[in-house]
């Protein structure tokens, strides 16, 4: 029988794309690189969400963190990258939320 993937691993077909990985800021969640990301752009980040984000212009994969005060950050996911805190002049732009990784297994 013929298996979509499509079916399994996306919910809105519009609004989903693939992103290959490139660097290991978010290693210790199992977001190696090289690997392949499947990605909702529909979905509203919500706190602790992995998030797609063009930032001063260059495309980065983060953990989208909100404190009660209402500040932003992107947390990498590997100790040897600090945090960002978000702010307008850095000109921030979610491009969706991370559904799903593939990678190959060793």
Do not use: A
């Amino acid at each position: 029988e013929y298996l979509d993937l499509n079916k399994y691993l996306i919910n809105n077909l519009e609004s989903t794309f693939f992103i290959r990985v490139s660097g290991n800021s978010m290693n210790n969640t199992g977001i190696n690189n090289n690997d392949l990301l499947i990605v909702d752009k529909s979905l509203v980040p919500k706190n602790q969400s992995i998030i797609v984000v063009s930032l001063n212009g260059e495309l980065i994969i983060k953990r989208f963190l909100k404190d009660k005060s209402g500040n932003c950050y992107l947390k990498s996911e590997n100790k040897n990258y600090p945090k960002i805190k978000l702010s307008s002049e850095m000109n921030p732009v979610i491009w969706g939320v991370v559904t799903y990784v593939i990678h190959k297994l060793s």
